[in-house]
Every structure is written in C-alpha cells, then in structure tokens.
C-alpha cells in the first residue's frame, strides 16, 4: 500500500486554520486520493488553539494522526508549532508562518513569549521553512487572506496541478474574495 | 458523486435521502451542524426545539403520525430526552423515528464523557455506529429501515472524531417518504397506562431477541479474517484506529452495537488464537462478550478514561514497533486556553460578581469561561439549567443566613433549556434567591444558533420572540431588573440591590453577543492606554480582555491595548483609576 502523507495544521483560533485544512483536503480528493480531516471545535474556539489533521493517500484508516508520523507541520504561529513536536516524523517538513499571537499569560505578564523560536526549529530541522505570510497576504490586498497565502506556499510540496488549487479556492469561498485570494494564492506559491 | 463531508454533514445527507418528514434538535456539540445542514433541504421541517426533550417528543409525534423522523443531540441531551425514551421504546412508532446521539470521549467541549451505548442497552433500542462519513450516512438510512421494520426507535452513536471528521461520501437520490393523510388511533399502543404498558413490555423484550438474530446476519456486522494470530472487535472510529496500527490483523467490526450479534461473536472468538476487544469509554462490549464465557482482553490493557487514537491501539496490542517522538525544544509552554471575545457582554458582569465576592451557581454556555482566570467567579457548574436549582438549594441550606451570599447565572438560550422550571420552584417556595440571566439574544456557545428568545427559526423566518421580563413574572417573581452589561457602575449597583433583598429577584443583562450578526456591525472606536498616566497596578488586567497586554518599557511597565483587537466595549477605562485608558479618537 502507498504511504498516507500526513499534514497537520496548527494554530489560533481565528486566523482561518479550519478554512485552509478544508482546501487542502478537497483538492486532494479531487486529485483523486481517499482523503481524512479531523478537527475539534466547539468551545469558544476564538483564540484558542486549534488544530486539524488532514490525511491522503490511496486507503486511509484514521482521522487522526499518530504521533511521530506527521510529513508536514504546516504551523500558522510560532508559539503553536512547539507544541506538536512530537507528532513529527524523522525527517519531517515544517512550514513556519513567522508570526506572533500571545496568549492570556503572556498578555497578563505571567509568562514570556520564547523569542528563540525560528532557532530552535532550524538547529533541528533540516526541512524547516520561515514564511511571512502576512506579508503576501496584505500584498495581495487583504491581511485575512493569510491562510491561502500560506497555502500557496504550502501548494509547493505536492505534485497536483495550480488550476486544482485554485479550482478549489474559487469553489469553496464566497465570490467576492476570490480574485483577492487567488492572488495571495499565487503570491504565496511564488515566494 | 463522490463529496468530502464531516459526518454531522453526512447525517443530515442521509436523513434526506431516506425521505425524512420532520427534523429536531437542540444545538450541543458536537451534534449542532447536523440540523444546520438538514435545513438546507428544504424539503425537510427543521427546527431547533428549546430542549432535548421536546426535540424528541416532537419527533415522537411525527412518527407515531407516519412520518419519518430525526431527532438529534450530544451524549448528555440524551440524559435531558430520557424520559420519553425509555417509554417511546415501549410504544413504537409508525413512520421511522432515529435518535443521533453525539458523543463526546475526552470531553473536548462537554461536562463528562458518558458512554451513550448504555442508553440502547438500558431503553432496550437498537444503535448503529457508523466509522466513518460513509457510514455515517448509509446508517441514518439503514436506522429508519430498521426503525420502521422492528416498529422501534433505533439510535444511531457518533463521537466527536465522526461529527467532525470529513471523509468521502457517495451521494444517492432521495426518496421520498409519504405521510399517509389520516391519523390511526390505536390508544393500546401509544396510550402507556399500565395495563397497556404490562402488553407492550413483553413484546419489547421479543423485539430485542428477533434484532439479535438480526444483528447476526447484518452484513454490516463484519468479520475480516486476514492474521488469525489476532482478533479485533472494535466499532465506530475506533474500528479505523486499529486498523490503522494493524492492518494486517483480523476484525470484527461491529455496526449494530446494540443488540450484540452472539452468533457471530462466537464464530470470530473460534477463529482467532487471541481476542481483543478495542472500545473507548466503557467495557460495553467486554462485559456482555465476557458473559457469554469467551476469553478477551479488554481494559486490562485499554484505558477507560478518554478517547483513544491509533496509538493507544497499538501500545495496548503491542508486538509492533513503537513510533520514538522527539523531545520538546522548549520545556514550558505558555497555554492557550479559549476565551471571551473582546468587547464580550460577560465580561463586566463576571467582573462585578468577583468584587462582590459571592458565590456563583452557574451554568452552560460561552459564560463558563468565567470560570478560567483572571475573572475565576464561577462556583458550580453542572448541568443545563442547574444554576438555579443550585441557588435554592444553597439559600434552603443557609436558611436566613443565606442573604447576600450567593448567585445563579444562566444565559438566556439555557434559560429557555431548563431554567424555567426551577426559576417557578424558587418563586413557589419562596426562595430569596438572585438570578442573572446573560441575555446575548443567541445561543453563542456552539456558534449562535436561533432559539425562543431570538425571534427567529432555524430557517431564519421571524416568529414570536419570548418576552423573558413577562415570562418571569408569570412565574411569580416580582422583582425584575435589567442592566446594559457595559455599564459597570449600573451592574454593580442593581447586582448589590438584589443579593440583598430577602426575597427572589431575576436580573437581566441586555447585551447581545458581539459575534452576533444583528448585533450591528457598528464597531467603537478602540482604547489606547496613555503609557504616562499608566499606574502599572494591573486592574485592566483583571478582565482578561484578549485585546489588553503588558507590556515592558522604560521607566515602568505598562498596560497595552492592541487596537486591532479592542472592540471599544469602555470596560477597561472604566475600570481604570488613573483614567489611563481613552478612547483613541480623543
């Protein structure tokens, strides 16, 4: 049997992770792979920590992934990244999107936010990427539209044709903000 | 055509194409999409019921009426419908009645984590478990197949990595189910006096053999030979857990869980040389394979508490090579916990209750977050409606030396639940007791659905709007106050009043929740926190406004309002004794 990739997408309530595991997953049934996604949501999730498990592959069994099996970290915020490490595979590929949201205790003083971040994650991982997505986001025209931005750049690790990307963009976001997602699609691709 | 969908998705797909007439619920997570999707077709009557109960007694009605039915819920809505299941099991239905009961191990958003099997087996109903959105939709279909040939309820159990998870679903026609145009009196079967209920037990008991002889030639209760080192019997997402750390072992993957298919128990149990039996939650099916004599390792070696992945699968199991996970980089992670949203009507009203210093009975909803600190003034919190219960009972307890002590806070969508009635027993019997009902005109807590106090349906028509002030004082309670929640002198004033008073007393907070999309778009203009008059004493803090940080600087620290995020709500420079923080356009 081929191998399942695993992708697992993290980060704050709010800055459309749900959205982005969605796209992913659809263009990766319509590239026709059996595909899973699981995500927990409920409590208030505004920020909170969120994440989703999107699966793909020729037959896949769980929704979830095992820990130390995950190919692709795709991480919307600094501090959410650590918090998954050991979810990863050996060699495993981290997107990173260089941002910062501080939690209730940092905010309240009680704790500092890690500011050796980006460091750490490159002394360890060969496969670790720094990406500014709010930057390509807002040159697109909008800083909501991080999360496509960001999966343009994620859209580089896998062998499926741009026009399914945006195919799926097109269909599953509401008209209006199609053209300004398709641009930080293809902005965040090219960077 | 082949669509990814969650499995809430997939429900409501499946209820329509087996034609269902009438659709009802309550939201709850993880169950709330499948009415929010069933309302797309609009060929279904859908509605969000003010509780469990009453989604199930309607649901009830339209089957005995010949129509198709759904009623759905999470696992502790079940607790809430209970009475009339256990009798509509007695009584049967005509059309097909289905009963979703959403799970949820690990309590992601829940108060426990009870095993809904339990309920099939007590109320003697059948239960599918799909293991996927496939599933999950083929079953709903198969329910009311089985509903209408066995004349029972059927339910059918999702958990949160069901509800939530999306997989691949191929869709299929509806058809179309016929309510017949007469209603059947048949007063033997429907009317539960004891002499009729002494009748209908026994055949209740006769259905739940034939379903076991069912169960055993149901296709969908499926034996897989392939290692017949190791056998497996799992159901439901834990079926796709296991296989996913051994594939190459054998299954015997459970689709009804109730009844138990005994025969084909026994013929898997002589296939394999070593039984597992793989199920979250509660020994359910351990106890009953255990009882027919069959040797199964169970929960000596599967946790009980929590939900399960394929790695408690395989750490149980054993004999495979354990995956080795990398170490933090950093030891201490700054939590994340979810919290009230900038500009959160809650906020001031939490605030003033802390300062009170009362003991606060309190309930179900976004509001709970009151709990967490900074603001941590909430004292109880147990089920849908209980804070009211538990002010009368603390104010019976304490007697007279009760005045001034305690309070109950309820939102306005769990008032409609379960606090009328207990709000009815307080003014009955006198109790001196302060309820705080947080109307924020939604039921925010599971993404702001419509609800009696909203003036809307689930379909977004206008309907009538219940009048909670006239509604209270129906009830008998005299003393009716309201506050705008962003008024904290006000708050404080009215909640000190009425805690005092010797007699009951209802507060209502009118401030709709700041997600909501008729709370006007109408955006404040953000604070800004003057860093020279800036005190340094930390009160803002206090509120645990997502939007105000600490921020370090020279000669001093300082509070920090990120303008992005503040909703210009004024709680904070009200709270401020420096009047530090202004308004930025000023």
Redesign the interface.
Same mark, same amino acid.
């Given at each position: 049997?081929s191998k399942v990739t695993n992708i697992l997408m993290v980060g #704050?309530?709010g800055q459309g992770v749900i959205l982005a595991s969605?796209i992913v997953?659809?263009v990766m049934?319509r590239s026709g792979f059996?595909?899973?996604?699981?995500?927990?949501?409920?409590?208030?999730?505004?920020?909170?920590?969120v994440n989703s498990h999107v699966r793909f592959g020729e037959k #896949?069994?769980?929704?979830?992934i095992?820990?130390?099996?995950v190919d692709i970290l795709f991480s919307f915020e600094l501090?959410?990244t650590?918090?998954y490490?050991?979810?990863?595979c050996d060699s495993p590929v981290l997107l990173v999107n260089n941002q910062k949201v501080?939690?209730?205790? #940092?905010?309240?003083?009680a704790?500092?936010?890690?500011d050796t971040?980006p460091d750490?994650?490159r002394a360890?991982y060969p496969g670790f990427e720094l990406i500014n997505a709010l930057d390509t986001a807002q040159q697109a025209g909008n800083a909501k539209a991080l999360n496509i931005a960001f999966i343009g750049a994620l859209s580089r690790q896998f062998d499926v044709d741009q026009k399914a990307w945006k195919d799926a963009i097109s269909s599953m976001l509401p008209p209006k903000l199609v053209e300004l997602n398709i641009k930080a699609f293809s902005l965040g691709r090219e960077h | 055509m082949?669509v $990814?969908l969650s499995g809430n998705e997939a429900i409501a797909r499946g209820a329509y194409e087996a034609g269902v007439n009438v659709a009802t619920a309550y939201p709850g997570?993880?169950s709330t999409e499948i009415l929010e999707n069933m309302a797309a077709y609009k060929e279904i009557y859908s509605e969000w019921a003010p509780n469990e109960k009453v989604a199930l007694e309607v649901a009830t009605g339209a089957a005995i009426a010949g129509g198709r039915a759904l009623a759905a819920m999470k696992h502790v809505g079940v607790n809430v419908a209970a009475d009339p299941l256990f009798t509509a099991s007695y009584t049967g239905v005509k059309g097909g009645l289905v009963i979703i009961t959403a799970d949820d191990p690990e309590m992601?958003?829940s108060q426990n984590e009870q095993d809904n099997r339990n309920y099939a087996k007590f109320a003697k109903i059948p239960m599918l478990e799909p293991s996927?959105s496939q599933e999950a939709k083929d079953f709903v279909k198969l329910a009311f197949a089985i509903s209408e040939t066995f004349d029972t309820p059927v339910f059918v159990r999702s958990t949160? =990595?069901i509800s939530?998870?999306?997989?691949?679903v191929e869709l299929s026609d509806p058809v179309a189910h016929d309510v017949p145009d007469q209603l059947e009196k048949q007063p033997e079967k429907y009317v539960m006096l004891p002499r009729n209920a002494r009748i209908r037990h026994p055949i209740v008991e006769e259905r739940v053999r034939k379903l076991g002889e069912y169960a055993d030639g149901l296709e969908y209760n499926r034996i897989e030979i392939n290692n017949p080192a190791c056998g497996i019997i799992t159901s439901g997402?834990c079926y796709?857990?296991a296989?996913?750390?051994f594939?190459d072992y054998s299954f015997l993957k459970l689709a009804l869980v109730n009844p138990l298919p005994v025969a084909k128990i026994k013929t898997f149990a002589a296939q394999v040389k070593k039984l597992y039996v793989f199920e979250e939650l509660d020994p359910f099916f351990e106890e009953q394979i255990k009882a027919l004599g069959i040797d199964i390792v169970g929960k000596e070696v599967f946790p009980l508490c929590g939900e399960f992945? +394929? %790695?408690v699968a *395989?750490e149980g199991i054993g004999g495979t090579q354990q995956? %080795? %996970?990398?170490?933090? $980089?950093?030891d201490?992670?700054? +939590? =994340? +916990?979810?919290? &009230?949203?900038p500009g959160c009507p809650h906020r001031g009203v939490f605030y003033a209750l802390k300062k009170m210093k009362v003991f606060v009975a309190g309930d179900i909803g976004?509001y709970t $977050?009151g709990a967490l600190p900074?603001l941590k003034t909430m004292d109880t919190c147990i089920c849908m409606g209980a804070s009211i219960g538990h002010a009368m009972g603390i104010d019976k307890a304490l007697g007279d030396k009760a005045v001034g002590k305690a309070v109950a806070v309820i939102g306005d969508s769990t008032f409609m639940h379960s606090g009328i009635t207990p709000l009815l027993d307080i003014a009955y019997n006198k109790g001196a007791c302060t309820v705080v009902i947080l109307d924020n005109r939604t039921t *925010? &807590? %599971?993404g702001r659905q419509e609800h009696p106090g909203t003036g809307y349906t689930l379909g977004g028509e206008e309907t009538k709007s219940v009048d909670l002030k006239a509604l209270c004082s129906a009830l008998g309670i005299d003393n009716i106050r309201t506050f705008y929640p962003y008024d904290l002198e006000k708050i404080e004033t009215v909640l000190r009043e009425e805690v005092a008073r010797p007699e009951p007393s209802v507060i209502i907070s009118e401030g709709p929740c700041v997600?909501h999309r008729r709370a006007g778009k109408v955006k404040q203009p953000p604070y800004s926190v003057s860093q020279d008059d800036c005190k340094s004493c930390?009160v803002c $803090?206090q509120l645990?406004c +997502?939007a105000?940080?600490?921020q370090k600087g020279e000669p001093k620290?300082t509070a920090y309002i990120n303008e992005l995020l503040c909703n210009g709500c004024s709680i904070c420079a009200q709270v401020c004794t420096a009047g530090a923080i202004i308004r930025s356009d000023k």
């Open positions: 049997m #704050v309530g969605e997953a659809e049934m059996d595909v899973k996604k699981s995500e927990v949501h409920g409590m208030a999730q505004r920020g909170g920590s #896949v069994y769980s929704p979830i095992k820990k130390g099996e501090l959410e650590m918090r490490l050991d979810y990863l501080l939690p209730p205790s #940092v905010t309240l003083g704790d500092e936010y890690p971040i750490l994650l360890r | 082949k $990814l997570t993880p992601h958003s996927d949160t =990595r939530h998870a999306k997989s691949i997402v796709e857990y296989k996913e750390s594939p992945n +394929p %790695t *395989a995956t %080795t %996970t990398a170490p933090p $980089l950093i201490y992670l700054p +939590p =994340r +916990p979810p919290n &009230m949203c976004c $977050l900074p *925010a &807590m %599971t997600l930390k $803090l645990g +997502p105000i940080e600490w620290d």
